[in-house]
């Protein structure tokens, strides 16, 4: 075998180590899935492109492959240093490992990948310096990005001698001035959320160095002298458009100056703030919810003609009172720990916009909009069609992958504390991502009285111990994402106050009735073929929404329980069952038609962790499955 290509599906479990070692192998792309296993350090000296990037891999960059070319394993478990024989890998053009777990510093070795011309170390916890006379020697290097690091120090001068294409070395703590080759309007979005500066009108929204940043002393009178002659001709131009200035922000509904906006970005963007601003208009408005408005933006890219550009999503969060500092800072930190979040089923937060009384978080723009419009508003002009059940489980799996990745490959682990059937979005090939993490708890002052809504979580939605204690913790999320899947099979909707109903108690209690549960499936997708996939799913959902936290299983067993159905259903095969055997009704203890489940009548195992293998235990009328 010369070349393994199983990239963008859904294959999981443990990948064979012994394909490492496969003498004529040269090609291995398994991106995209939820492979887990250690990449060996030493692997066969022919593999020449490995792309494993966005699976769940531990291990370090393999320094044996003296061939490789391609080494792309971005968003896995990689761990450990930099290997100081990086050396070894003379022909390599890219390396990404983006979004792992990689530590230490970067060795200075690194200068001989004299071919290297994409390097990607971005969102790990590499400290030290940037090491001084190592890229800059790599004159085939034009994309570079270290972001989202622990990096100090200034940057070395001689990065000015490479002609990049990109570069990002944001979110650091770099100090000192930018190389004067790098301080130019392509490079504006090259260095946020450091502490580097730049000269005066270098055009790369840094701040000034201490004495301007150098310039002889002529030169230095010489820009004074303009600076004050600009600023009478700016005088003056001001008095003259005052009229103009009041009209215009008579019309902005905010009543605001960009100026008192913040931007902080989260990849680089050919955007400001003003433009997102400017666009932030009632016809604009897509959705609003408790804690705010979605806009839908078109987007014009910097010197492009009017009809190019992209669409982002907008959501603008208010407050009616100006934030505290203590307030503010907490979600700036955790919208930065969001923001350098890369998951293929998590929508890419691009940036987030600033006031003191408001938020504006940009998304990346999902076209078909979300699982909720789908499945619940078919009665409107316009609707979509229904969804087939294999698409429905898809976007199942999708959106676990998405919510496992924050609960367990996150450190510390992410609680979306809000996950619905409305904050699940489609893109074009319905590849489902969560979105619309509860950053609007962040904006209540404690001992404010506020709406639980606003608090983080919607009714219908909110687990039992959210709703009394505001505990949060990832079973939170499981409880929620069990009303998804409750959703997803029968076809109601999460809840109806007019109609008293709620769809996890209703679930519940025709759990508790026993088979056949063929009534409860949505009449969209009631096929016999899907049958028992279905009802396996749906009583999924029903653990996941025990009353007891214990008793929910982890996302990672939920999401190998949903990859494991839509397996057996590919393969024709029978063995997708949960909690149901032989026609048994189940007996779990419930009182006055509480939703209480006890350790005695449903508990989820995970012996075995890695496994990804969970075991339900219930209690039925005729025996105990195992």
Known sequence: MNNLMLYNNRFSGDFPEKIWSFKKLTTVMIQNNSFTGVLPAVISPNISRIEMGNNMFSGSIPTSAIRLT?????????AGELPADMSNLTDLTDLSVSGNRITG?????????????????????????????????????????LSGNELTGDIPSDLGNLNFNSLNVSSNQLTGEVPLALQGGAYDRSFLGTRLCARSGSGTNLPTCPGGGGGGGGHDELSKGLIILFSMLAGIVLVGSAGIAWLLLRRRKDNQNVTDWKMTQ???????????????????????????????????????????????????????????????????AEVTVLGNIRHNNIVKLLCCVSSQDAKLLVY???????????????????????????????????????????????????????????????????????????LARMLVKSGEPESVSAVGGTFGYMAPEYVYSKRVNEKVDVYSFGVVLLELTTGKVANDAAADFCLAEWSWRRYQKGPPFNDVVDEDIRDQANLQDIMSVFMLGVFCTGENPPTRPSMKEILHHLIRCDRMSAQGTEECQLGYVDGAAPLLEAKKGSRRMSSESGRWDDDDEDSGNFVVHVVYGYSSVH
Not at 378 to 384: I, M
């Open 266 to 332: 989260f990849t680089p963007l050919d955007f400001t703030e003003s433009d997102v601003l400017s666009n932030i208009r009632e016809e604009n408005v897509i959705g609003s919810g408790g804690s705010g408005k979605v806009y839908r933006i078109h987007l014009a890219s910097r010197g492009a003609g009017s009809g190019a550009g992209r669409i982002v999503a907008v959501k603008k969060i208010w407050n009616a009172r100006k934030l505290d500092a203590k307030l503010d800072k907490e979600f700036e």
């Open 105 to 145: 510093s970067i060795p200075a070795s690194i200068r001989l990948l004299q071919k290297l011309n994409s390097l990607n170390l971005s969102g790990n916890r590499i400290s030290g310096v940037i090491p001084p006379a190592s890229f800059g020697t790599l004159l085939a290097l034009t994309i570079l990005d």
């Open 364 to 438: 990346e723009y999902m076209e078909n909009g979300s699982l909720d419009r789908w499945l619940h508003h078919r009665d409107r002009e316009g609707a979509p069609a229904p969804l087939d059940w294999p698409t429905r489980l898809a976007i199942a799996i999708d959106a676990a992958r998405g919510l496992c990745y924050m609960h367990h490959d996150c450190s510390p682990p992410i609680v979306h504390r809000d996950v619905k059937s409305s904050n699940i979005l489609l893109d074009p090939e319905f590849q489902a991502k969560i979105a619309d993490f509860g």
């Open 70 to 78: 391609v080494f792309r394993a971005e968003n896995n478990q990689l």
